[in-house]
T-cell receptor
Framework: GAVVSQHPSWVICKSGTSVKIECRSLDFQATTMFWYRQFPKQSLMLMATSNEGSKATYEQGVEKDKFLINHASLTLSTLTVTSAHPEDSSFYICSARGAGALSYEQYFGPGTRLTVT | RKEVEQDPGPFNVPEGATVAFNCTYS??????FFWYRQDCRKEPKLLMS???SGNEDGRFTAQLNRASQYISLLIRDSKLSDSATYLCAVILTGANNLFFGTGTRLTVIP
């Protein structure tokens, strides 16, 4: 149980275009979802936290108008990178936390590798 | 100042060796502590939670020292399959999210 999927697993896009990444909790309801970004040889950096039905809370230095997060249901959150630039190329990982027994751990998706050319 | 600091390594050890990693955290209000394992180009996977009393899972032992604000991970009898990056992570009191260290790269050599 507690499986999180992400789609796509990798994407290449041209500079200036937008890319949407989906994060789904497959067998539980995710009350909170987190979006992380990881550059090569660096740690996971939290970008934003979202609760179902409310606006995401962004970490300092993360542009909310560039990284649009929607958490419309208890099983789906999306991250849209708008007007992508080469410096946005990174590994984007979502994680989800459920309720009750599933609230003690964050369950990570497999990540999406974004390359902007 | 980073919330969590780790020695990035790399640590190159022979099979069968014992290796230990430390991780320091800056916020005394940190309430929960974890070790994750991350393989190349993969998501982090929870290895173990870290409790004040220490905990052991097979060849892996985790310790928490609140006074000195560090957590440790000990791996005994290293296997080739232990080669990975080991990330420590903390959750602050009242917060909901994980803060990760930069990770320590371990390579176990035959």
């Amino acid at each position: 149980g507690a499986v999180v999927s992400q789609h796509p697993s990798w994407v290449i896009c041209k500079s200036g275009t937008s890319v949407k990444i989906e994060c789904r909790s497959l067998d539980f309801q995710a009350t909170t979802m987190f979006w992380y970004r990881q550059f090569p040889k660096q740690s996971l950096m939290l970008m934003a936290t979202s609760n179902e039905g409310s606006k995401a809370t962004y970490e300092q230095g993360v542009e909310k108008d560039k990284f649009l997060i929607n958490h419309a249901s208890l099983t789906l959150s999306t991250l849209t990178v708008t007007s992508a630039h080469p410096e946005d190329s990174s590994f984007y990982i979502c994680s989800a936390r459920g309720a009750g027994a599933l609230s003690y751990e964050q369950y990570f998706g497999p990540g999406t590798r974004l390359t902007v050319t | 100042r980073k919330e969590v600091e780790q020695d990035p390594g790399p640590f190159n050890v022979p099979e069968g060796a014992t290796v230990a990693f430390n991780c320091t955290y800056s916020n005394s209000a940190s309430q929960s502590f974890f070790w994750y394992r991350q393989d190349c180009r993969k998501e982090p996977k929870l290895l173990m939670s870290v409790y004040s009393s220490g905990n052991e899972d097979g060849r892996f032992t985790a310790q928490l020292n609140r006074a000195s604000q560090y957590i440790s991970l000990l791996i005994r009898d290293s296997k080739l399959s232990d080669s990975a990056t080991y990330l420590c992570a903390v959750i602050l009191t009242g917060a909901n999210n994980l803060f990760f260290g930069t990770g320590t790269r371990l390579t176990v050599i035959p």
